[in-house]
């Protein structure tokens, strides 16, 4: 691989330095202004000089000689009304700062990264202001989302990822790197697990149509259909591997019937114009048979229904990712996935071992019986999110364990930067060899 100088914007804890550098990179720069961000990086790279954190790109002009500019653009509100208005809130007018560091440097080419969020069709005019604002600088750009799954990491985890190259180096048009899938299982990555002695036959996860990737969310994936890798807690979607409040808490038949027919009814549009909505006792009573309102107020009381001023009734946990108890989903050892690392938390968390069962209705009872109500399930820890994001296990955090996490879930995740690093090589980006760096 060839030589390169990199700097990297927004560099947070070092996600795209430890990617880059393992496709033949070197750091000549980076710009972060989160203190405990900078003590991770310093922690990390301890021989940098005193000098190479560039502080606010906001004040920042010409940069230290470089080839590739890279950072993970802080997340727009996604509340954009158009085009005129893309760049007026502060954060998206960092992105008028990178369009300005690029148009003064020019450098050889460039990755910036971001949530999926920005190519919604709602921001389509938000993105196109982006990307034609790189192309006016004299790039070609090309932008994709990727999923960190794809590249050998086991979270689920997409990402947009745009990349530029300068026009005027003629090179060939680049193309984003193979897909590499985990192999990996959970039990493979996190501690103290047990691994099944057969793991469940799978079915193979199609996401090709006429030729091409289909990008979706793992968490709307039944890999296995009724036999999925992980169970949701929620009261307002179901599924052979949903599990509800009333077959947690200790309710009778009549009570599961009622909470049941609520679920099963409350997206209809004639109770409200959401996708879920509040229902009076009458909507209720007219769906299940000498239904009496002290019955939805018993509910009340176990904390599986909440009744509204204006007497209506909704779930308690009304929220789909709130989960249950503050759990969403409960991932299984032998899943070859976890959930997406947020930097605001998250509500999955991972099973101590794994079950089965002959048909669905056992595997979800056996879940239930020897997961579940034992609590044979717990949170991640920091290090093995660092793993499941793909940081190297000699990697070195910060004291505060909840900084870590909120560090880890704004990172990338370096094996999908190793990728598109080692895709640029492909294009001899970086020819001639740089040996003065």
Known sequence: MKQFRFIDL??????????LEAAGGICVGSAEIDQQAIKVYRQNWPTDRSDHNL????????????????GGVP????????KNQAFDDPRGKLWVDVIRLIRINQPRAFIFENVKGLIDPRNRLFLETILDSFKA??????YKLLNSFDYGVAQNRDRVFIIGIQQKLGLPDFSFPEYSESKQRLYDLLDNL??????????PIQRNLFGERIEVGFNKLTPRGAFNDFFILNDIRNGPT????WEIYATTEREKQICTTI???RRNPRYGDCDGNPMSYSDIADLVTDLAEPELQALVQKRILRQYENGKYEFFNRRLSGGIDGTYRIFLPHARFFGTLTARGMHDEIAEISVSGANAAEYKQNFIQQILIPKRHRPITVNEAARIQGFPATFKFHSNQSANFRLIGNSVAPPVIMALGKALQTINLFEPELCEV
């Open 10 to 19: 927004f560099a947070g804890i070092g996600g795209f330095r430890l990617g």
């Open 242 to 245: 949903s599990i509800h409040s």
């Open 194 to 203: 047990q691994a099944p002695s057969i793991i469940p036959e799978s079915i």
């Open 75 to 82: 997340c727009q509100p996604w509340s954009i009304a158009g």
């Open 137 to 142: 600088e004299g790039y070609n750009v090309y």
């Open 55 to 70: 502080g606010d790109i906001t004040a920042l002009q010409q940069l230290p000689a470089h080839d590739l500019l890279v």
């Open 263 to 265: 679920m099963r009814n």
